[in-house]
């Protein structure tokens, strides 16, 4: 059990372009979540996976971002045409569908938008 | 939808204690508790279901009380390893498993 792992740690890039991160999550877990962080705030649902069906996408998310998890193993989240407002950490944590259990997170990936 | 916590923020000498609250305006199925340092992870500390039960964790514990829809996390004779932040998290009173909704967050600083 290596934990969640999240790839790139960090990502600069300039406004317009489109940026793909990465998450492989603990391999028996079957719940996988995606957050966005700010600097101050508490992180901030995006979508969710039960295994490879997308069960929720918040209605604060944009269309620009979508996300995926083929197969039910690793998701990635991409961001088309970026936007300043975008800057943030984004933050994977898997679970299992269990009552009583809890959320192990990523170390996330750090965006900056230019 | 958001839980609302309290304080905002704290700063404790090592060895005192502290209580951070979180609330919800809806029915809860669930209470989490993480502590997130510097630059890292949120570190998932415990979690509390329906049933108004208490969990302890080293020094640290907390309660829920389903029917005010408040949870608390007490943290006794601080260490210097209790600083960062703090988030609740919560999931709404639902047949299904649900996503985690997470607070602000209270900012914890113990100094020796």
């Known amino acids: 059990d290596t934990g969640v792992s999240q790839n790139p740690r960090h990502k600069i890039t300039k406004r317009g372009q489109n940026v793909t991160f990465r998450c492989d999550p603990i391999?028996?877990?079957?719940?996988l979540y995606w957050y966005r962080q700010t600097l101050g705030q508490g992180p901030e649902f995006l979508t969710y996976f039960q295994n490879e069906a997308q069960l929720e996408k918040s209605r604060l998310l944009s269309d620009r971002f979508s996300a995926e998890r083929p197969k039910g193993s690793f998701s990635t989240l991409e961001i088309q045409r970026t936007e300043q407002g975008d800057s943030a950490m984004y933050l994977c944590a898997s679970s299992l569908r269990q009552r009583g259990y809890g959320y192990t997170f990523g170390s996330g990936t750090r965006l900056t938008v230019v | 939808q958001q839980p609302v916590q309290s304080p905002q923020a704290v700063i404790l000498r090592e060895g005192e204690d502290a209580v951070i609250n979180c609330s919800s305006s809806?029915?809860?199925?669930?209470v989490h508790w993480y502590r997130q340092k510097h630059g890292e992870a949120p570190v998932f500390l415990m979690i509390l279901l329906k049933g108004g039960e208490q969990k302890g964790h080293d020094k640290i514990s907390a309660s829920f009380n389903e029917k005010k829809q408040q949870s608390s996390l007490y943290l006794t004779a601080s260490q210097l390893s209790y600083s960062g932040t703090y988030f609740c998290g919560t999931e709404i009173d639902k047949t299904s498993y649900d996503k985690v909704i997470f607070g602000p967050g209270t900012s914890l600083s113990v100094i020796p």
């Open positions: 809806k029915a809860l199925y669930s």
């Open positions: 391999s028996e877990h079957n719940r």
